[in-house]
DNA sequence: TTAACTATAAACACCG
DNA sequence: ACGGTGTTTATAGTTA
């Protein structure tokens, strides 16, 4: 089986959260120049979650997402990696190497900072203001390596094992917190699987707990990043005319 | 209709 | 033995 078709983080429409089923409800926001990402506060009213402190943050592009997309370089990479794929990359039929030759990531149009969820501030203390808190009922316009790459991009270190991506997103995104467990599964599933993502093995001199420490691979993190804006430009776009709660 | 992609489930192996 | 983690396979749904 060629696992290769999975692995990456597409941003085709095509996905389940993106243009799939349209379960969404949340609005993601892309801001600016720094291509950083920001909630909106209003326009899905069922709006059960919120772009994550990586998209609330970056409304004071202090977070580490927008950090990221306004320097487009990785922790201890420079911004030339982010340019290079290497030739088997590019070989590669799911390779989206292209992406990252576009010029327009830093384009995005502006948009309303959001208002962050009260979760958040578990991550990023004192750093946000508390909104109210938004449904739990409705499944997150993000895809699962959204997810995981948010939630990466949101840590000191970049870089976060299986555990802790869970409880990041369980605490931006409620739905989670009140979801079937197999939600994990996707996580380990997509974090397998996803070129986007690369396996730190743990010093086991420092190693506490179990597993390794996930990093995202910095040649795809224009992909991802992407991938989020174009969630927002299509939410954004439908919001007025998709209103479908989650399945 | 097909390909590509994502979500989900399940099985299995490994490790502490 | 158990639970968490990581990998792999299979399947279904959706869009271009």
Known sequence: MDTSSHTLPSFSSSSTTLGGSLPLTSSPQLTSSSVSLTLSPVSFPPSPTSLSPATAESAHSSSPVSDFAASHCLEGQSTQNLGQVNTSDQDDLTCLSWLHQRGDLLSLQPLAKITPLPQQQTCTPGQLPSPPPAPVSSKPP??????????????????????????????????YRTATGGWRNSVRHNLSLSKSFRRIQRDKSQSVGKGSLWCVCPEYRPVLLEVLRKTHTYHSTNSNLINKPAL
């Open 142 to 175: 993000y895809s699962f390596s959204s997810l995981i790459f948010m939630a990466l991009e949101d840590s000191p270190q970049k870089r976060l094992p299986v555990k802790d991506i869970y409880e990041w997103i369980v605490s931006n995104f409620p739905y």
